[in-house]
C-alpha cells in the first residue's frame, strides 16, 4: 500500500512538473469559472456547474498538447483571452439586466448599431473585470518557465499525443460525472435556453455559452429539425383548449372605430405614480388614465428584441422568440396579426416611426404583419429636430397629424402605429441639449441660521443620475402625447378613434437606481444605510414588479373612467382590443381580460406573473402577492401553461406552424369534399 502510495506521489510530482502550463491554464480557467458564479447567480460552491466547468476546460486543455511545447504557450493563451472575455462581457450584462449575454442578442444587437452609445452608457464596475487576472497569471507563468528552460526540459520527454488522449479521458470522465449529476428538469431547459440564470447556475458559464452559441444558430437549423413532433404538441394544444368565444359589456363597443395606438418607449408606470415638488411626471398620461380604461397592472412581455418584440406580441397575443428575434429572423411567416383581421373590415394600416425603417427590420415586418405602409425617418418626415436615436418625438407627432388627416379622408377605417423614441436609453439627450423641463430634485423649506429667515432649499436627489435623466425624458414623452392628442382633437380626427397607449417595456434600470430612489436622504444629501430604521429594501422581486408599464384605452366621446387591476400582459392587448372592435384570433395565448376569470402572464424566460404570486422558474419560487395563497397544483398549471406558451409561440415563429395548419387543414377538407 505504501508502495502504491509512493509511486501515486512520485507520479503526480513528475507530472505537474512537467504541465505547469496546462495546470495553471485548467486552475485559473475553473476560479474564474467559479468567480463568475460567485459574482452573479452566487452559487458558487456547487459541484455539478464546477464539473461542467472542469470537463470544458480539460478537454479545451487537451487539444494544447498536440503543440510542441514552446507553442503550448500561445494556445493556452487564446483560450484564457477568450474564457476572460467571456467572463467580463456576461458580468457587465449581468451588472446591467440580471441575465446572461447571449450570442443571438449580440447578432441582433449588430443590426441595431445605433443603439451604441445606449450601451457605453452603461454602468461597467470594477469587479465585472476582475477575472482578468487568469492572464496577468498565464503570463507570469509563462515568463517563469521560459527563464528556467522549462520547455526546452519538457520537448525532451513529453509525448503529445499520449498527453492529449489521457487528458481528453480525464475530461471525459469529468463529463460523464456531470451528466449523471442532471436530472430532466436540467437537460429541458438547457434545450431550450430560454432559462439563462438557471443554466449557468447548473451547468456553469462556459457551457452555457457553448449552448448559447449552438442555439443561436438554430434559426438557420432548426426549421429543418423536429418538425413532426412540434406539428403533434401544437395540434394538441389548440385542440384541447376551450374554443367558445365569450361576450361581456365590452364587446363589440368600438366595432367600426379608427385605432391609434401609441407605442410609448420605455414608459413605466412607476413613472405615472410619481411627483416633484408637487409636479406630476406624467400629467396627461395621468389625465387620460382617469378617463379611459386603464390598466394598471400591466406587463410587457418582451425578450432580447426589445421593442421589436413588443410590436410581436401585441400584434400577434404569441410570445417573442425562444433565441434570436421574430423581427430579424422570423418576419416573413404567417402570422395572424391585428392589421391582418383588420383588413378584413376594411381598415387601411400604418405604421409611424421617427426613426429608420430598416431598424429592427420594420419595412419588412410591419409589411409582413399586415401594414399597408409604413412611414418613416427622413423619407416621410423633415429631420428638424434631432433627440437622442432620431427625430424628437414633439415633432414626429407634429408633422404625422396631417398624414392621419389625410389617410382619414382616403380610407373608411384606419389602424395606426405610432412608436415613440426620444425616452430611449440613455436618456441624456434631451439634458444635454437643455429641453428636459422636470426639476428631479428635492426642495423643502428650512430657517436660515444667519438671518432666521424660512427659505427653500434645494437638495440635489434625482439631478444628474439616470433615473432622474430617465424622468425627465418620460416628463418630455408625456408632453408630447399630450401634443399629440390635442392636435388630434383640432384637426377632428378624435371623433370617431380609439386611442390605445401602451409602454413597450421597462426602462432597463438598474436595481441600485431605485434603492437610491427610495432611501434617498435629502437632508444630508445620501442615501440612508441598509441598517437605517428607515431604510426601505427593493428586493430582486420589487424590481420585477416595477418593470409594469402602463396600457390605456381612451377616447374622447366615452369617459370609462375605469382601473383595471387584474394582472394583464402585452399578449392579453390583441384578444381584449379584439372583442371591443369585433375580431378574433384563434392562435392568441393571451386572453380578453374581460371574459378572463384568473390570468397569467408568462414571461419569456419561464416565470410568470397572477394576482396572487409571482413565479421564479429559475429558482422554483413563488412570491406571496396577495393574502390568500396559491395552491401547489395551481403552481403546477401555470407553469405547465407557462412552457406551453413558450413553446407553441416558438413552434409558430420557427416552423411557420400556423400556415402549415392552414394548408393541411385545406387539404382535409378537399379530401373531404372529392370522397363524398
Ligand atoms: C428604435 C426604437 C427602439 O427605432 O424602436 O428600439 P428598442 O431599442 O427599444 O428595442
Ligand atoms: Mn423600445
Redesign the pocket.
Known amino acids: 500500500m505504501k508502495q502504491l502510495i509512493d509511486s501515486f506521489k512520485n507520479n503526480s510530482k513528475n507530472y505537474f512538473k512537467t504541465n505547469i502550463l496546462f495546470v495553471t491554464f485548467v486552475v485559473t480557467s475553473v476560479i474564474n469559472g467559479i468567480l463568475i458564479r460567485a459574482l452573479t447567480v452566487g452559487n458558487f460552491l456547487q459541484l455539478k456547474p464546477m464539473m461542467a466547468d472542469l470537463a470544458i476546460v480539460l478537454i479545451v486543455g487537451a487539444l494544447g498538447y498536440f503543440f510542441k511545447p514552446k507553442n503550448q504557450f500561445k494556445y493556452f493563451f487564446t483560450w484564457s483571452i477568450i474564457f476572460t472575455v467571456l467572463c467580463i462581457i456576461n458580468s457587465m450584462y449581468y451588472t446591467n439586466y440580471l441575465s446572461f449575454a447571449s450570442m443571438s442578442l449580440l447578432a441582433t444587437s449588430l443590426q441595431?448599431v445605433?443603439?451604441g452609445d445606449?450601451v457605453v452608457e452603461n454602468v461597467m464596475e470594477i469587479k465585472d473585470f476582475c477575472y482578468i487576472w487568469q492572464l496577468l497569471a498565464m503570463i507570469f507563468v509563462n515568463k517563469f518557465l521560459k527563464k528556467k528552460g522549462y520547455y526546452e526540459k519538457v520537448a525532451k520527454v513529453e509525448k503529445g499525443k499520449i498527453r492529449a488522449m489521457y487528458t481528453l479521458v480525464a475530461g471525459l470522465i469529468c463529463l460523464g460525472f456531470f451528466i449523471s449529476m442532471l436530472n430532466s428538469l436540467d437537460i429541458g431547459r438547457l434545450s431550450k435556453q430560454w432559462n439563462r440564470e438557471y443554466i449557468v447556475m447548473q451547468f456553469g458559464l462556459y457551457a452555457y455559452q457553448a449552448n448559447d452559441l449552438v442555439s443561436s444558430l438554430k434559426p438557420q437549423i432548426s426549421p429543418l429539425f423536429g418538425y413532426d413532433e412540434k406539428a403533434k404538441e401544437f395540434r394538441e394544444f389548440y385542440d384541447n383548449r376551450d374554443k367558445t368565444i365569450k361576450t361581456n359589456k365590452y364587446t363589440n363597443i368600438f366595432e367600426g372605430r379608427n385605432v391609434i395606438m401609441i407605442h410609448a418607449?420605455?414608459i413605466q408606470t412607476f413613472a405615472m405614480n410619481l411627483k416633484f415638488n408637487n409636479k406630476e411626471v406624467t400629467p396627461n398620461l395621468n389625465k387620460l388614465s382617469k378617463e379611459g380604461i386603464y390598466f394598471s397592472n400591466f406587463y410587457a412581455q418582451e425578450s432580447v428584441?426589445?421593442?421589436?418584440d413588443s410590436e410581436f406580441t401585441l400584434n400577434t397575443s404569441l410570445m417573442p422568440a425562444n433565441s434570436g428575434t421574430v423581427a430579424i429572423n422570423y418576419w416573413d411567416r404567417d402570422y395572424v396579426t391585428i392589421p391582418k383581421l383588420l383588413k378584413e373590415k376594411g381598415y387601411y394600416n400604418f405604421s409611424m416611426?421617427g426613426?429608420?425603417g430598416s431598424?429592427?427590420n420594420r419595412l419588412n415586418v410591419h409589411k409582413s404583419y399586415g401594414y399597408d405602409r409604413m412611414y418613416h425617418y427622413s423619407n416621410d418626415f423633415e429631420l428638424d429636430e434631432m433627440i437622442g436615436?432620431?427625430l424628437s418625438d414633439k415633432s414626429f407627432f407634429r408633422q404625422a397629424v396631417p398624414k392621419i388627416k389625410d389617410i382619414s379622408e382616403n380610407h373608411k377605417n384606419f389602424y395606426g402605429t405610432m412608436?415613440m423614441?426620444t425616452n430611449?436609453?440613455p436618456f441624456s439627450d434631451l439634458v444635454k441639449q437643455g429641453k428636459d423641463e422636470l426639476e428631479v430634485d428635492y426642495k423643502y423649506k428650512t430657517v436660515n441660521p444667519k438671518t432666521g429667515k424660512k427659505e427653500t432649499v434645494s437638495a440635489p436627489f434625482l439631478e444628474g443620475t439616470k433615473l432622474g435623466n430617465y424622468l425627465k425624458s418620460v416628463n418630455y414623452a408625456d408632453s408630447a402625447i399630450g401634443q399629440f392628442i390635442d392636435d388630434l382633437d383640432k384637426e377632428g380626427l378624435l371623433e370617431n378613434t380609439v386611442v390605445v397607449i401602451y409602454g413597450?417595456?421597462d426602462a432597463k434600470l438598474k436595481k441600485s437606481e431605485y434603492e437610491y430612489y427610495y432611501n434617498y436622504d435629502p437632508y444630508t444629501d445620501s442615501m440612508l444605510d441598509s441598517d437605517d430604521p428607515n431604510y426601505k429594501e427593493f428586493n430582486n422581486y420589487d424590481y420585477e414588479l416595477n418593470r409594469k408599464v402602463p396600457l390605456i384605452i381612451w377616447t374622447k366621446d366615452k369617459k370609462f373612467s375605469t382601473e383595471v387591476k387584474e394582472v394583464m400582459g402585452m399578449y392579453d392587448v390583441m384578444p381584449t382590443l379584439g372583442n371591443m372592435l369585433g375580431f378574433h384570433n384563434d392562435y392568441a395565448l393571451g386572453s380578453d381580460i374581460f371574459s378572463k376569470k384568473e390570468n397569467v402572464v408568462v414571461f419569456p424566460d419561464g416565470n410568470w406573473i397572477t394576482d396572487k404570486v409571482y413565479y421564479n422558474s429559475q429558482k422554483e419560487e413563488s412570491y406571496q402577492l396577495s393574502s390568500e395563497p396559491i395552491s401547489s397544483d395551481d403552481i403546477k398549471k401555470y407553469s405547465k401553461y407557462a412552457e406551453d406558451a413558450i413553446s407553441i409561440s416558438n413552434s409558430i415563429i420557427v416552423y411557420d406552424m400556423i400556415k402549415k395548419n392552414n394548408e393541411t387543414q385545406s387539404l382535409i377538407k378537399e379530401n373531404e369534399v372529392k370522397n363524398g
Not at 428584441?305 to 421589436?308: A, C, H
Request: charged fraction near 15%; glycine fraction near 8%; hydrophobic fraction near 35%.
Open positions: 441595431i445605433d443603439v445606449a418607449e420605455s428584441g426589445t421593442s421589436s416611426h426613426n429608420n431598424f429592427w436615436l432620431g412608436i423614441l430611449h436609453t413597450d417595456h
